[in-house]
């Protein structure tokens, strides 16, 4: 009697596996195959380049953009980085940063007050100073300003740090959108004493189409205020606008805690989720906006992926990102949290939030709207 054996596809691609070529179309290793119990398996593209991303996805930096910046570095301008407190971690981007490595730099980290209450500044400084030097730029806290507000008081703060470390230099402003650069500048012009002589301006910006701020210092120096950096890789992007008001953060973030165990799955909302494939029962904080619903899903013989979006199709869940229709729509991570000390880490998702927990050897799975940003990272927020 004939034998029937089942062919086996990529879950990702579609394509049928094969372990005979790895130049050719659906290659996997002979022993990942053979080994392999559940029903779904991924080509090794697959598995490397679109499902497991060893590195998350970076903002778009415009050429132009580079321009300003390589002539900034000429003048050996100061910078004024502005970022916002809630989520910038993975809004970096490595050109930007090639660039800006070596100059002088002041952060302003912005919306301090959307921190838990009792949220120490000192401890969001070094932190800042640290994001910066992991995205490989030189810092110290003792260059970070945090703010909650500019106020003319902040303002003038800034100002006078600014007036510090410029060196009779020119002054460039940057900063992702959302990032409150904008209110950072309208508050600067609210103190600014402007004894140039000179007219504040907005012009394009020489050998580039970008419409910039020019707010003269003197004869020899101003401050520009550039075009917001794109966060094309923010979960808020796309996002229609009844969603994007009901996950941007506006108030003070207030910690939840959810219990999770291995092979369970954490929601949040119909905008990504977490599985923790090993580990013991951990204690997840999360800072999201409170109109983010978080769901916990025990484990049964359907995919984690394939549930949420029947999920988000159900509109049992929400929010929801209106592009979730297969899991094709869904990038998924996976992080080794491969520290045994009693520390904790930080994983989030840019522009919607992030959790926090007791690193304790687990592995964590995940999934997030296609070219949406990840990070991990030491905890933003201290634990006790």
């Not at 007050?113 to 730029?137: C, N, Q, W």
């Not at 007036?163 to 650069?181: R, W």
Request: a positive charge.
């Amino acid at each position: 009697m004939p034998t029937i054996n089942q062919i086996r596809r990529c879950y990702n691609c579609g394509v049928i596996l094969q372990c005979d070529d790895p130049n050719k179309e659906g290659y996997v290793k002979k022993e990942t195959l053979e080994s392999a119990s559940q029903n779904f398996l991924f080509c090794d593209k697959c598995f490397e380049k679109e499902r497991y991303r060893k590195r998350s996805n970076e903002p778009l930096l415009e050429n132009d953009f580079v321009t300003l910046l390589n002539d900034a570095k000429k003048k050996q301008a100061l910078i004024v980085y502005v970022v916002n407190l809630f989520s910038f971690e993975a809004a970096f981007n490595h050109q930007l940063n090639d660039i800006l490595n070596g100059m002088n730099i002041l952060v302003v980290a912005n919306k301090f007050d959307l921190l838990p209450s009792g949220t120490k500044k000192d401890e969001i400084e070094e932190y800042v100073a640290h994001r910066f030097r992991a995205a490989g730029l030189q810092m110290s806290a003792d260059k970070v300003i945090v703010a909650s507000a500019f106020d003319d008081d902040t303002a003038r703060e800034i100002m006078m740090r600014i007036y510090e470390m410029k060196n009779g230099k020119d002054v460039f402003i940057v900063g992702s959108h959302l990032s409150g650069k904008s209110t950072l500048l309208s508050s600067i012009l609210r103190v600014f004493s402007n004894f140039s002589g000179a007219t504040i301006v907005t012009e394009p910006y020489p050998n580039t189409n970008l419409d910039v701020m020019k707010i003269p210092f003197n004869k020899k120096s101003s401050m520009y205020n550039t075009p917001g950096l794109s966060i094309d890789n923010s979960i808020l992007y796309n996002l229609d606008k009844p969603t994007f008001n009901t996950i941007f953060a506006t108030q003070t973030l207030k910690e939840r805690q959810i219990v999770v165990a291995k092979n369970q799955a954490l929601l949040f909302g119909g905008l990504g989720f977490i599985e923790l494939l090993s580990g013991d029962k951990t204690i997840i904080n999360c800072y999201f906006n409170d109109k983010v619903i978080l769901k916990r899903l025990n484990p049964n013989r359907n995919p984690m992926d394939e549930r949420f979006v029947k999920l988000i199709a159900s509109k049992a869940v929400k929010p929801v990102y209106q592009g979730i229709s297969s899991v094709k729509d869904l990038d998924v991570y996976e992080i080794d949290v491969n520290d045994s000390r009693t520390t904790y880490r930080d994983i989030g998702i840019l522009g919607l939030g992030w959790i926090n927990f007791k690193a304790s050897n687990q592995i964590i799975r995940i999934y997030v709207p296609k070219g949406v940003s990840i990070y991990s990272s030491r905890p933003k927020i201290n634990k006790k």
